[in-house]
């Protein structure tokens, strides 16, 4: 017996239904199209309609018949034509059977995202149990958008949130996160990870990968309490990492890379463990832990070690060529924390530069900045696989921001940043004694240059000696000159809780110095109140560091005593 009374009697004969379904031969039945079989089904009635799913079922798993795609279209059209007078027990059932059907013959409409739609579209009424099944069922709809119901998911979800166990939120955790809805509730995100906390020591290793999942994503680093809220689970379920699987580690590894918030105790754990079974890892898990590595600073060459005697084994290879993007990666993060392997290099070059591989902007990024690594810092002795010109010059192209003004037609918080910062250095410094210019083609902001004589006095700006494309690496010229570059640095150029540089703003100042570049590091200072130009004295105390304050006294004499 079904739900609201539906019933079948698998003896029935619906075998001739069946057959004229999944019957592909034209020659014997000319005239049997589309339309007929689907008028096949007019007159079924819903218990037999399901009889026969069941039956679909059975031969679908013991035979590998062509015109599945076909029967199952139309078995969804009628689903959905009745579904208009179904119950929600009723769709849900029609649901579970299309959910397994999905799992032996993916078909590229499936009634699931009509059931869907209608069930999030009934949302007030959804009991518990009912909710929790809607979100599993959005596993198999991955384009499924909540636009403007989102603040009612997220506010259904606090409602059921005590009525529901840690593995019925890890079900409703994994509908989150194969759809890209995430958090944006701040009270809902609290929920999350209160509930998680409470329930560390039972939560299994698959809802527990799942919420990681969705806690990721849903962290934001403009967001202070989130800092605060990241790191609190990440203290709790430090004791865990023994019993976690390998994907579970690999989504704690990465839990507050959003946030560029790293536990060290947490992440020296769960590298030990790593290392003891990256044998048995994807490349998929290396490149994750390796981007850990990178952005925390943690320096266990232990680690960096193994994972490139990993890399370079022969039987790597097969999955190597299956995966160019995610080994591309791997030797991407290693190579920024330099550690130089030539072969490595080589191979991630050469494997994802063909023009028949699709690219993709992060793979794009990661092809280009490894090839410059190599060009700034390697270049003499390296003897592997290089970029064409013609491809470094057209990735160059792709991977250079747009430079921050004021009269661009939208302007976000950090350019905003950048720009104010930008014209107190050269309030500072003067219009004629500096440029604005992306000295890497892939740094997030552009560097303030200006120059210094011998004596270390201000000159003006040598702009014969600066000719550069945007997209070029902009090499200090050879001059009797000192050049300088100012870096901006605001929040996300740290790590969460700390004043330590995240590993891509360390490497991008190494490289930078590489360039011929003295690096000036200055972050946005703070207001203070009752002064004006507190900001451009704060600016003005930096770089007297490195200029003579004589070619600065014109500046500093405009500036009111704070």
């Not at 991955?142 to 166990?165: C, L, V």
């Not at 509930?195 to 919420?211: A, G, Q, T």
């Not at 600073?297 to 097969?318: C, F, G, Y």
Request: aromatic share 10%; hydrophobic share 40%.
């Amino acid at each position: 017996m079904y739900q609201d009374g539906w019933s079948c009697d698998n003896n029935r004969p619906h075998q001739d239904i069946i057959s004229k379904l999944i019957d592909t031969d034209i020659s014997l039945i000319p005239s049997f199209s589309y339309t007929k079989r689907l008028s096949l089904l007019s007159n079924v009635s819903d218990a037999d309609l399901i009889t026969i799913f069941l039956n679909l079922l059975i031969i679908s798993k013991a035979d590998n018949i062509k015109s599945y795609s076909t029967v199952y279209h139309i078995l969804s059209r009628e689903c959905v034509k009745r579904s208009k007078y179904y119950s929600v027990n009723q769709i849900l059932l029609l649901s579970d059977i299309w959910y397994n059907i999905n799992t032996i013959a993916p078909v590229s409409y499936n009634y699931c995202h009509f059931a869907v739609n209608v069930l999030f579209s009934k949302l007030n009424i959804l009991n518990t149990s009912q909710c929790v099944q809607s979100f599993f069922y959005l596993n198999l709809c991955r384009n499924f958008k909540f636009g403007a119901k989102h603040s009612k998911i997220e506010e259904k979800i606090r409602i059921i949130m005590n009525e529901i166990d840690i593995e019925e939120l890890g079900i409703i955790s994994m509908g989150l996160f194969k759809t890209r809805n995430f958090i944006y509730d701040k009270e809902t995100l609290h929920q999350f990870t209160q509930k998680l906390i409470d329930n560390k020591n039972i939560v299994s290793s698959v809802s527990l990968c799942s919420l990681l999942k969705v806690l990721r994503k849903s962290f934001n680093v403009l967001l202070e309490d989130h800092v605060r809220l990241c790191s609190e689970v990440m203290i709790e379920l430090h004791p865990e990492v023994e019993r976690m699987s390998k994907f579970t580690l690999m989504q704690l590894s990465s839990l507050g890379s959003n946030l560029n918030l790293y536990n060290t105790a947490l992440l020296n754990s769960i590298f030990d463990k790593f290392m003891n079974n990256i044998h048995y890892a994807r490349i998929k898990e290396i490149e994750r832990h390796a981007f850990s590595l990178m952005n925390s600073k943690l320096r266990n060459h232990t680690l960096i070690s193994v994972m490139q005697d990993e890399l370079n084994k022969p039987n790597r290879q097969a999955e190597i060529e299956l995966y160019k993007d995610s080994f591309l990666s791997c030797v991407y993060y290693l190579t920024s924390v330099n550690q130089y392997d030539e072969n490595l290099i080589s191979k991630a070059l050469k494997l994802n530069s063909s023009p028949n591989f699709q690219k993709r902007p992060y793979r794009d990024r990661h092809l280009y900045e490894l090839d410059q690594m190599v060009e700034i810092l390697y270049k003499e002795n390296y003897e592997g696989y290089r970029l064409s010109k013609q491809l470094a010059n057209s990735l160059a192209k792709k991977c250079l921001p747009r430079m921050p003004t004021w009269t661009n037609s939208t302007v976000s918080q950090q350019e905003r940043e950048f720009l104010e910062f930008q014209d107190i250095i050269l309030k500072v410094l003067g219009d004629d004694s500096a440029t604005t210019s992306f000295i890497l083609p892939f740094s997030s902001f552009p560097d303030v240059i200006f120059c210094s004589n011998e004596m270390g006095n201000l000159v003006k700006f040598p702009s014969e000696a600066f000719k550069y494309n945007c997209h070029e690496l902009k090499y200090a010229p050879q001059s009797n000159l000192i050049w300088h570059a100012v870096i901006f640095l605001n929040k996300i150029s740290f790590l969460s809780n700390s004043n330590s540089l995240r590993g891509l703003m360390e490497r991008d100042i190494r490289l930078k110095k590489a360039l011929g570049y003295n690096i000036i590091k200055i972050s946005k200072p703070i207001p203070k109140e009752g002064c004006k130009e507190y900001e451009t004295e704060a600016v003005l105390k930096v770089l007297e560091k490195y200029i003579n304050t004589e070619s600065l006294l014109a500046s500093k004499s405009s500036i009111a005593n704070c």
